[in-house]
């Protein structure tokens, strides 16, 4: 019986010496996988969805294939509610290969600016968390985490309707002329109509004005807005109500006081 428990206990032996051996040599392969990020493209569909793509590249210099290789990022707002949730999955990455993918993060600017106005106006970040998961030779998980952010510009920052000019037009009307300005800080052209609605005092509507916008990205946009107002309703001060619709977003009102 001696002979039999010798072969068992080598044979035993040898199968933990293999075991520690593969799981460091599994080791020392996930070391060798190298995750290359490109650059972050930023896009607008027709039916107003940001898109980012995230350029990625997986090079597996290691000993083994990568199976189950998975991308997960969850966008993020400021108050960390989540806003949108894509994945990318590449079956198997084989040894001594790369692979390049481009991940998808898309968020739909309606939703966006429905959960906080101040997107509007407003230039922040938007935050990413992302997880990376693979099965290294289909048998050992790995999973890492990194966090990043997106840039957001407000498309309506420092939205101001400036100093008002009066002149008469004729024995009851006057005629009204009021600088209407704001930035795009946004990385898409805004293109749409903003109407300006006019009120005294007393609430009394007095006019309204309808402005052709098109603001190219990350500019100024600056029109001359002219209205022809009943002389006997107005008052020394009052408050212009701005509605904002475009092919990307609906906004209004957007309350500016005068005088």
Known sequence: MRVPVRIVGLASTFCWVFLVGFCVSAVYS?????????????????????VFSLPL???????????????????LDDSGFLIARESTFVPVVERGREFAVSH????NISDLLRRDEGYLFNDTELKVHAIVSMRITEVFPVEVSTNFSLPWGGPIQNLTLGEIEYGEC???HTRIVVPFEFKNHAFFNLTGIA?????????????????????VQR???????????????????GRFEVYFSTSLFDCGPLVIPYG
């Open 104 to 107: 998808n993060m898309t968020v």
């Open 170 to 172: 004729n024995g009851t």
């Open 195 to 215: 109407r300006i609605n006019m009120y005294n005092s007393a609430g009394v509507f007095l006019g309204e004005k309808q402005v052709a916008v098109d603001a």
């Open 57 to 75: 590249t997986v090079a597996n210099k290691g000993y083994y294939d990568i199976g189950c290789f998975n991308l997960t990022t969850q966008t």
């Open 219 to 237: 500019s100024g946009f600056r029109r001359s807005v002219e209205l022809y107002v009943l002389t006997s309703d107005l008052t020394g001060s």
């Open 30 to 50: 996930f070391r060798d996988v190298r995750f290359d990020f490109g650059k972050l493209q930023m896009d607008v569909t027709a039916d107003g969805m940001m």
